[in-house]
């Protein structure tokens, strides 16, 4: 099974020069926890509602692009398989992807996208397991 298979397609994103308050109301209307930061149909970045606090509120921040994790965001291709994806998210211990193609998101693809899959429960729940483990240590 590949990543197109399982990914949400009508993705909401925000960009960098959006105000930490409208992404929060935007994630809380839409009943999310994270949002890719796009720029030109491109993922410059991830933003979570932790992110948000930590770093937003605590910091006083006032732009996403302060906030956001723009270093090294992790992505995957709708070809992936799922074995792949789940194992990615285990290795840097996250829970959501942004799905590219062409340099452009075409979707999201979220741990719970994998669990709902009864084949996928296993390695899902596998994937949870290694995201949850403090430091990044993996089994």
Partial sequence: MQ??????????????????E?????????????????ENGQVVGMITDRDLAVRG??????NVGDVATTQSVVTCSPEMSVDEVAAIM????????????NGQIVGIVAL????????SN????????NISKPDGQMQ
């Fill in 90 to 101: 285990a290795q840097h211990q996250v829970r959501r992807l942004p799905v590219v193609e």
């Fill in 22 to 38: 409208a992404v929060a109301q935007k994630m809380k209307d839409l009943n999310v926890g994270a949002l890719p930061v796009v």
């Fill in 3 to 20: 990543v197109r298979d399982v990914m949400s397609t009508n993705v909401e994103s925000c960009s960098s020069n959006d105000s930490i």
């Fill in 112 to 119: 719970g996208d994998l669990a709902v899959r009864e084949q």
């Fill in 122 to 129: 296993e390695m899902a729940g596998g994937a949870l397991t």
């Fill in 57 to 62: 509120i605590a910091e006083n921040r006032s």
